[in-house]
């Protein structure tokens, strides 16, 4: 069977998004939902909330990508899901809607890990975007997002190595708890981001957590911990004035600990070939520091558009379609897990 183009559904966390992919990651149509403005009251994602969300907005959503691709359902060669990791009541509405538009349809269904689509954004190209011509494997891929940090070197579809991941919270989980902090609404990454452009990175003296470990690993708890103290040393009119030197300090902090380990592994591994995906990947001082970083190192760096980085269903059709064309499929089986599966990536042995 030829697998030429895909629906797909995402709905891990508190993005409802659906998709219409062709295999050579031609994007047809994305669309997504935010909740953000749902959450914001509660300072983070509220998983009850969340599914309830989806469940409303999910098949309006399907619809309007059909609508919009002027698809119709029999153009589609298989169905692709986030059925993991993330929150499992939200995994549910997706993996149940797929599941019944492929049995409806009779068309095939695959399963995909959430991590999974993020390593493989940087092959998505639309109209406005092309792909970039020497994205080749293999290649590091440094996945940053609310709930998730990890180093993967990238060996071919279906083979990625995890060389390291957070000990403790994730760098958007980082950004978002600091920004709580300093009184900024969720989620706060680009508002610190925003705030810092004015401040001085070096007013204040903050952790670069594990950098002296000889792994690959991240942990952002205790800058969390010393920018919570420093935060709470000052009066409420200094926390305002101090603000942006305050976002500054803290950012150059995440930004330093993400490149030291990223720069380690490339130069220990010798690969020229670096991604950027996930949410904070959109963080400009990030993409200032690591696109300085690989011209002075001769490294390709890839960071796909902001809309491919955080989450979308655009991914998830491209690396499900990838595992179609190899034969593989899921059936009414498939179940939603909020961890990943053992055999989805290979942990590294260095
Ligand atoms: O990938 P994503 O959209 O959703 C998941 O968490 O899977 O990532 C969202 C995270 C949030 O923590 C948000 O604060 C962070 O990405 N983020 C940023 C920026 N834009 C989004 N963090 C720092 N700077 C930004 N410009
Ligand atoms: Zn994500």
Redesign the pocket.
Known sequence: MSFEYVLAIET??D?TSVAIVRQDGYVVECLAANQDLVHQPFGGVVPEIASRNHTLQILPLVEKVLEKSEFTIDKIDGLAVTSRPGLIGSLLVGVVTAKTLALIHDRPLIGVN?LEA?LLAPFLYDDEFSKPQDLKFPYLALA?????TQLYLVHDFGQYEVLGRTVDD????A??KF?KRLGLSF????Q??RLAKDGDKNKYALPRTMVHEDSYNFSFSGLKSAATRLVDSLSDSERLSERAHLCASF?EAVVESLMYKLNKAAQELSISRVVLT???S???R?REVSEAWAKKNKITLFVPPIRY???NAAMVGFAGVQRLIKGESSDQNLSASASSLPSDFKEASR
């Open positions: 891990s966390c993005d959430h993020h940053i997002s609310g709930g998730h994730a760098a958007g989980e950004f978002d920004a989620p706060g990454g680009v610190v981001d950012q996930g949410g904070v959109a963080n400009s990030l980085c955080t989450d």
